[in-house]
């Protein structure tokens, strides 16, 4: 039997619907969640992606910005913009569009955004606040996959889940989400020896590895859940993920679709966030962050 499609799709939907009542509770308040997103350069994959996320952004209610910058910004442009939208009232959170420009020190780029605004979770801070279990703006992608897995009804405690990939946009805060949440986890990457040892004892098998089709049925436990975080380009120019979709449906329990997948979450978590800081920016004290109203 076919497993069972993770319509990313479909519980984005969900989760966006679910956003409606806090996103007009703070209109009623005379307050709409801002999201700006700095763009450098015009790398096609970036522009398409930003768009949707302008587009999610004004389908929700939330007032979006884009900043446009030329691929020949120095590092000193790029945060004076940051520290622009640092300082803007009706700017709750900001984006940098990855990849930059060469020669751009992305770490500190990335730094440069306000804590309170760290809608994408890459500020160390809150990255740490993960480390301690406490989690406060996180990483967009890895809370997509978590919110996936919670409403496909997928039970994490006592159960073994397997990270494939050990980037700080993805495996790692995922790997500590994934704790946080009972279950025993195992993080590999596409180096690891015997990958395919440790991949057929995972219940929960997530693949961030960026590698085209990595993971093939023989790969996977039968009736495991299998979230594809990959994006890639085959070398017909096709839209794959990490995952051998067709041939792992047949072995899975549960499967995610790439595309359709988790990069829909992504956008949803990306709005969620921002919503998020919007509120906690309604209850600061001094440099204090306070919870939500």
Known sequence: MAARVLDGAAMSAE????????????????????????LVGDNAASRAYVRNK?????????????????????????????????????????????????????????????LAKDVDGFNWSNLGALVDGHMQLAPCTPLGVMTMLERAGVGLEGRHAVVIGRSSIVGKPLALMLIASGATVTVCNSRTPALSVHTRMADVLVSAAGRARLVSADMVKPGAV?????????????????????????????????PGGVGRMTVAMLVANTVSACERSLSVTGNRLCPPP
């Open 226 to 258: 299998v979230i594809d975080v990959g994006i890639n380009r085959d070398a017909a120019g096709k839209l794959v993920g990490d995952v051998d979709y067709e041939a792992v449906r047949e072995v899975a329990g549960a499967v995610s679709p790439v």
């Open 15 to 38: 989760v966006l619907a679910a956003l409606q009542p806090r996103v007009k509770s703070l209109a009623a308040r005379g307050v709409h969640p801002g999201l700006a997103t700095v």
């Open 54 to 114: 302008l587009r999610t952004c004004a389908e929700t209610g939330l007032h979006a910005e884009l900043h446009e910058l030329s691929a020949a910004a120095g590092e000193a442009e790029i945060l004076a913009k940051v520290a622009e939208l640092n300082s803007s009232a009706t700017v709750h959170g900001i984006i940098v569009q990855l990849p930059l420009p060469r020669g751009v020190n992305a770490q500190r780029i990335m730094q440069s955004v306000a």
